[in-house]
T-cell receptor
Framework: GAGVSQTPSNKVTEKGKYVELRCDPI?????LYWYRQSLGQGPEFLIY????????DSGLPNDRFFAVRPEGSVSTLKIQRTERGDSAVYLC?????????????FGPGTRLTVT | AQSVTQLDSQVPVFEEAPVELRCNYS??????LFWYVQYPNQGLQLLLK????STLVKGINGFEAEFNKSQTSFHLRKPSVHISDTAEYFC???????????WGAGTKLIIKP
């Protein structure tokens, strides 16, 4: 079946611009996660949705970052006034339900480059 | 706060030799432990996980890991590696009260022919 998909696969933008990154989770998965992976590092948690609501947004670095999941499936990560330090691979994952040990299925990521 | 340490950024090993990738975590509460693999140009895939029960966990592609609570370790092992195992391996932890994964920095497994 279809896995987690993310679009675009690559995004190059200028400093100060606004970007949106999209995640399509596996159909029926209620939990959705966003992570950010900088070069040479492991992924870093950003935000977790259970259904339509953000259950934990403690990883968002500042108020330039925002994410939505209005219908409980597709999610969009929005970054305002991008900075060069935002350059990273943004990963989305989904899981079948809530629970700390649930397997997370990852998308291929969106590589964001801010010039 | 939880943290994960993968001491080796790269591990070179000859094909058909055994390998161990090290992972240590710090947490004062119950943890769930994971190993994920990222093949070149692909997304992260779950290799194996420890939730409870037997401390020796078997995963896909012949990998296994052992949970050692006293040493707070979860090292990944394979008795004989193949060229297709070339990838980056990440150790991660989550706890009872949080669903997010906390990740190590990753270990690149380099297979020498």
């Amino acid at each position: 079946g279809a896995g987690v998909s993310q679009t675009p696969s690559n995004k190059v933008t200028e400093k100060g611009k606004y970007v949106e990154l999209r995640c399509d989770p596996i159909s029926g998965h209620t939990a959705l996660y966003w992570y950010r992976q900088s070069l040479g590092q492991g992924p870093e948690f950003l935000i977790y949705f259970q259904g339509t609501g953000a259950a934990d947004d403690s990883g968002l670095p500042n108020d330039r970052f925002f994410a939505v999941r209005p219908e409980g499936s597709v999610s969009t990560l929005k970054i305002q006034r991008t900075e060069r330090g935002d350059s990273a691979v943004y990963l989305c994952a989904s899981s079948a339900g809530r629970g700390a040990g649930m397997k997370q299925y990852f998308g291929p990521g969106t590589r964001l480059t801010v010039t | 706060a939880q943290s994960v340490t993968q001491l080796d950024s790269q591990v070179p090993v000859f094909e058909e030799a055994p390998v161990e990738l090290r992972c240590n975590y710090s947490s004062s509460v119950s943890v769930y432990l994971f190993w994920y693999v990222q093949y070149p140009n692909q997304g992260l895939q779950l290799l194996l996980k420890y939730l409870s029960g037997s401390t020796l966990v078997k995963g896909i592609n012949g990998f296994e890991a052992e949970f050692n609570k006293s040493q707070t370790s979860f090292h990944l092992r394979k008795p004989s590696v193949h060229i297709s195992d070339t990838a980056e391996y990440f150790c991660a932890v989550s706890g009872d009260s949080n669903y997010q994964l906390i990740w190590g920095a990753g270990t690149k497994l380099i297979i020498k022919p």
